[in-house]
């Protein structure tokens, strides 16, 4: 049964709980086919209330915060896998308390707070921690450089040369991450580079984390080429392997419902005025950049039809995106549905110029809508002093 956009009020991220169930059984699916443990990482789908269905498919998530850590361990109930480019020393023994896994993103920061690691180890003995080190293979096939932790001077990970042959003392696990909503061919190669940098230190681990970007629930993805590879990664090394997906999570699985509040006519282009903003409702559109899927719209201009760019609420000259054709002109009042809205969007949105954040829900399993929360004046407020 389709969604009743009635129930819904505008502007409010979706949430489809058959779509994100869907997902996990894949997901699950998997894990329990190659031997491997995956796990949600919060940058991509911090949506806690969903939490509860996420936690009947996976174990564990993983963290870039301390923030993302209590959320974790509040709203799933276990520690969690941490991971951050750089620790605080005011947080990190809450990081300790709250962690299963820690990684390192250099040398230098493991030296600092092995100390610290190895104490709260002889003091919490029942307290199971590992603790890795994250590694740039020097290879990735992301195009956009924003989003590729291998371009020149990236300050995420250790190249080899900066190892040495044994792994550090205390160290268990090797981490990387250099993937982007990719295939399982481009794991493939990638696999090659860190192998042939990295194969010696892999025999010393216990554990290797694969990062995200790994996009199993695409259509089209080689599911069986992922179970393959980490299947023969796994055995190969002898070492227990860890996906830790962003996008993959909740990939389709929910819209962001906006309504048209004016069209404009401006020097021959026609305008519409959304109760949204792709700065800041949307931030990715504008930073990949990529344009986002209308429903029952064509993506592109076709000569003929209606056509409109799509404006911001905001006075960010540049919060608009365009252009889009539709079978019949649009009115004020009209819904425009922006698909696949859940991940990586809800975690950038922002308050500026003060406009409130969209409202967030799920459509239940049962076809019905539930309001989950909505925001106002007090929470642009508390991002101010």
Partial sequence: MPIDYN???????????????????????????AGCKIILALKGFS???AFPIVKEYLSGATASSLNEVKLINDFLGVKAHTYMPAYLDSEF??????????????????ERFQSRVEEFRSVNPNHALSCGIRVNPQYSEVATEMY?????????????????DTLPEGIEGIHFHTLCENGSDTLERTLVALEEKFGDLLY???????????????????????IALVSTIRQRYDLQVILEPGSAIAWRTGELVTTVLDVMDSQGIQVAI????????????????????????????????PTYRMGGMTCLAGDFMGDYSFDQPLNIGDKIIFQDMIHYTMVKTTTFNGVNLPSIGIWKSSQEFRVIRSFGYESFKDRLS
């Fill in 93 to 110: 023994p809450e990081i300790l308390e709250r962690s299963s896994h820690i990684t390192f993103n250099s040398l230098s920061q493991w």
């Fill in 274 to 305: 959304l109760d949204t903003s792709f700065a800041a409702h949307m931030p990715d559109t504008l930073e990949m950049p990529y344009k986002p899927v209308i429903t029952g719209a064509h993506q592109e201009p076709v000569a003929g039809k």
């Fill in 7 to 33: 129930q819904i009020p505008s502007p409010c991220f979706v949430l489809e709980e058959e779509l994100l169930r869907k997902n996990l059984q894949l997901i699950d699916g998997v894990q329990k086919a």
């Fill in 204 to 226: 010393q681990a216990k554990w290797l984390n694969m990062g995200g970007g790994h996009l199993m629930t695409r259509e089209g993805y080689d599911i069986e080429k992922l």
């Fill in 47 to 49: 949506m806690y209330s």
């Fill in 148 to 164: 590729n932790p291998c371009v020149p001077g990236s300050r995420l990970g250790v190249t080899r040369d900066k190892l040495p």
